[in-house]
């Protein structure tokens, strides 16, 4: 499955997912991957609202770092463009040098994987029919693609 689906990674906490993680207990390895976006058409086309899936914890964690470091830079990024200190070179120079498009590919791959690994056929195919649901840059043929404000 390859989807471009925006995903958060919530570790089991009490203020996260609402459970009761008893007090002076560490989190635990398990995730469950949510899209705020989908969630409630996730819901609807199948019981995901219990699911979970299960990844290697160095995997959540690189994935994590990865997306800590390309939301908190970006958001500097936004800061400078916003007080004119930076322009879109800055910004394509970032993405350039931080690999930023090859790290979110294997971002997206680590979590297919074990969507691939724990789905039925027919679930990732409703969950692939999601994914197809998100707008990319670039296919709105009514906007300009200097000026489209797709995420």
Same mark, same amino acid.
């Given at each position: 499955?390859?989807?471009g689906l925006?995903?958060?990674?919530?570790?089991?906490?009490?203020?996260?997912?609402?459970?009761?993680?008893?007090?002076?207990?560490?989190?635990?390895?398990?995730?469950?991957?949510?899209?705020?976006?989908?969630?409630?058409?996730?819901?609807?086309?199948?019981?995901?609202? +219990? $699911?979970?899936?299960?990844?290697?914890? +160095?995997?959540?964690?690189?994935?994590?770092?990865?997306?800590? /470091?390309?939301v908190v830079?970006?958001?500097?990024?936004?800061?400078?463009?916003?007080?004119?200190? =930076?322009?879109? %070179?800055?910004?394509?120079?970032?993405?350039?040098?931080?690999?930023?498009?090859? $790290?979110?590919?294997?971002?997206?791959?680590?979590?297919?994987? =074990?969507?691939?690994?724990?789905? +039925?056929?027919?679930?990732? =195919?409703?969950?692939?029919?999601?994914? /197809?649901?998100?707008?990319? %840059?670039?296919?709105?043929?009514?906007?300009?693609?200097?000026?489209?404000? +797709?995420?």
């Amino acid at each position: 499955m390859t989807c471009g689906l925006h995903l958060i990674f919530c570790l089991h906490t009490p203020m996260i997912t609402g459970g009761g993680t008893p007090s002076g207990t560490t989190p635990t390895s398990k995730i469950r991957i949510w899209s705020p976006a989908l969630i409630m058409e996730l819901n609807r086309l199948m019981d995901m609202s +219990s $699911r979970e899936i299960r990844m290697p914890l +160095s995997e959540v964690v690189t994935v994590l770092q990865d997306l800590n /470091e390309f939301v908190v830079s970006l958001d500097r990024l936004g800061s400078r463009q916003a007080s004119g200190t =930076a322009d879109e %070179y800055t910004v394509g120079k970032f993405i350039a040098d931080r690999d930023v498009a090859r $790290r979110l590919a294997r971002a997206r791959h680590v979590i297919s994987v =074990a969507l691939d690994a724990q789905l +039925s056929e027919e679930e990732n =195919a409703e969950v692939d029919a999601l994914c /197809e649901q998100v707008r990319f %840059y670039g296919t709105d043929t009514t906007a300009n693609p200097s000026t489209d404000q +797709s995420s």
